[in-house]
């Protein structure tokens, strides 16, 4: 029986070729065919990976008769939005549990958050980046209660919807993608697949629907922020829960989860020039917007594996755009350049 779906995302997101990128990094000399897999479009509230991996968690959340979705992040996390989003769309509440270091601008995802009027919370960060925050437990735990006590029923969604639920959604996503590929005919079977790897749940599902769906790629996840080996051994663990629902006695091993660790550079979120430029290239190549935190390393991983040449020039390349449109307008006071607004056209 298949798992209980809540439809987010409503079709096939689409795949489609990078000509203008493709000739950008040097053309069919010097660079294989880029597809790219639009799963920026997947969903409502300006998409995104998460809508896959909601699509599952909000379904379990309505069969436990819900009444709030409770999650958390940080205070630009895509995750939390679409999680308001889904929220809205099922006929519940959303509380979000933010971290942030200090005073926050309703800019992007943020933004968004409080258009969709989800409940908002702010925790300080806790001893380690990325770490245990016991500030993010205690209030999470308190939301809880307090929901309890009025009587509601609040439904927590972990960190990233990282959860074996959330990594079916993306085991179906490499469903959904090798048909398309099989669809496109003629050209040669695609060798790898690009994209950002943060919680690690996106990976999993990537990983272990890849094999599942006999896919014809490699999976190279580019790291976005760091935490390996751990979050390897995390998406082993998450991949095994996802196939113990979907009732298959396929495992990963470590081995088979490829993570590549130098496109993060100071840490999550943190800015690093590849990966700026990496955005400003391909809006001016291909008029298609990618992020500073996710997306635009990937995509910079994905560049220098080609200037590296030595990814195979004849098989198609795919990179998974995973969202994150929102964390762009976060950062328009650093990549943009202020107008002059003079009058005037010298
Ligand atoms: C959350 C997110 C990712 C990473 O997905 P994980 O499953 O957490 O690894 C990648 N890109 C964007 C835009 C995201 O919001």
């Not at 909601?54 to 008769?65: G, I, K, M, R």
């Not at 995750?79 to 992007?108: E, F, K």
Request: charged share 20%; aromatic share 4%.
């Amino acid at each position: 029986m298949p798992l209980p779906r809540f439809s987010l995302v409503h079709g096939v997101t689409p795949l489609h070729e990078l000509p203008r990128l493709r000739a950008a990094l040097g053309g069919p000399s010097r660079c294989p065919p880029i597809l790219i897999k639009r799963d920026d479009l997947a969903g409502p509230a300006m998409g995104g990976n998460k809508a896959r991996k909601l699509e599952y968690c909000v379904a379990d959340a309505l069969a436990a008769d819900a009444t709030h979705l409770v999650t958390v992040g940080a205070t630009q996390s895509n995750h939390a939005r679409m999680t308001a989003a889904a929220a809205r769309l099922a006929g519940m509440r959303c509380v979000l549990v933010l971290t942030a270091a200090g005073a926050q601008a309703p800019q992007g995802n943020l933004f968004l958050d409080q258009l969709l009027d989800a409940e908002l919370h702010f925790v300080a960060p806790g001893p380690v980046a990325l770490g245990p925050n016991p500030h993010e437990d205690a209030c999470v735990a308190a939301v809880m209660r307090r929901l309890e006590q009025q009587g509601g029923r609040p439904y927590f969604v972990a960190l990233g919807a990282s959860t074996p639920l959330g990594v079916v959604g993306y085991v179906e996503a490499m469903r959904e993608l090798t048909r398309q590929c099989a669809d496109l005919g003629g050209s040669a079977p695609p060798a790898r697949l690009y994209f950002a790897a943060g919680s690690r749940g996106t990976q999993a599902g990537i990983v272990l629907g890849s094999i599942l769906h006999c896919a014809p790629w490699t999976a190279h996840g580019i790291a976005v922020s760091p935490g390996d080996p751990d979050k390897t051994e995390r998406a082993v663990e998450l991949a095994a829960g996802a196939a113990e629902l979907l009732g298959t006695h396929v495992r990963l091993t470590r081995d088979q989860i490829i993570t590549h660790q130098e496109f993060y550079g100071a840490g999550y979120a943190v800015p690093t020039e590849e990966g700026d430029a990496a955005v400003r290239l391909v809006a001016r190549t291909e008029a298609i917007f990618l992020d500073p935190v996710y997306t635009g390393k990937a995509m910079a991983g994905l560049i220098a594996h080609v200037q590296r040449g030595d990814i195979d020039q004849e098989r198609p390349i795919i990179f998974l755009h995973t969202g994150g449109l929102p964390g762009l307008f976060a950062q328009a006071d650093r990549l943009g350049d202020p107008a002059d607004a003079r009058p005037g056209c010298d």
